[in-house]
């Protein structure tokens, strides 16, 4: 039976894997450390290229789920975002409503006294320390300790607004990042389609250096 086309060999150009074809990726500010190189040497795993062009290929694939994963992380990043904005926002306008409240109080009761209206004197509202609070409230209420979160969260209904509708208010919210996110994630899913269907249909050609009856074991050459 003939035999087919031998498959390349990497020291026949020089290399001693394929994976030299490319060139080092230095990691993006942002990134978790290290995360790429433990994702990348998984993919290559599973995906299995044997040929230099299904390395091409397997690399661009690659890159699409890395890119995917990172618009998803910037994605959720982005609405968190909102969300204590719009947390801090509450917590500084019910500081601000109960400040004013108080000076309206004091104001009434200097009056009663028999004093003018225009001698009182108002304090002024520490936009700077009802910030401060809102801003506390915001980090836990995404804090990672469960029982700080779900406190955190008890705390935003008891201002008025709920989780759940400051999440659907983050993603609709024109103009906000989050909306980018969303699009370039449809558009690489279908990119990602696209270029795995053309790494099947390599793969279901790949040259073989074997009889047709024989079972063959080979290694990955990004190894």
């Not at 290290?34 to 890159?63: D, K």
């Amino acid at each position: 039976m003939a035999r087919r086309k031998a498959l390349p060999k990497p020291q026949d150009f020089g290399f001693t894997t394929f994976a030299q074809i490319f060139s080092d990726r230095a990691s993006i500010p942002g990134e978790t450390p290290g995360s790429h190189e433990s994702f990348h040497a998984a993919m290559m795993r599973t995906l299995m290229p044997f040929t230099p062009y299904e390395m091409v290929i397997a690399e661009n694939l690659i890159a699409i789920e890395w890119e995917l994963l990172q618009h998803r992380r910037m994605r959720d990043q982005s609405i968190r975002a909102a969300i204590q904005t719009a947390v801090c926002g509450a917590v500084v306008a019910k500081y601000k409503a109960a400040h004013k409240a108080e000076m309206k109080a004091a104001l009434q009761e200097w009056c009663a006294a028999g004093n003018r209206a225009y001698d009182f004197s108002e304090e002024p509202f520490d936009q700077n320390a009802a910030a401060a609070t809102g801003e506390d409230l915001a980090q836990r209420c995404i804090d990672p300790d469960l029982g700080v979160q779900t406190a955190a969260h008890a705390e935003i209904e008891k201002l008025g607004l709920h989780p759940l509708q400051l999440m659907g208010e983050a993603y609709r919210e024109p103009g906000r990042s989050v909306t980018y996110h969303e699009e370039k994630i449809q558009e690489l899913e279908r990119r990602r389609r696209s270029v795995k269907e053309d790494y099947d249909r390599l793969q279901k050609v790949r040259p073989v250096e074997a009889q047709t009856d024989e079972v063959i074991e080979a290694e990955v050459l990004a190894s």
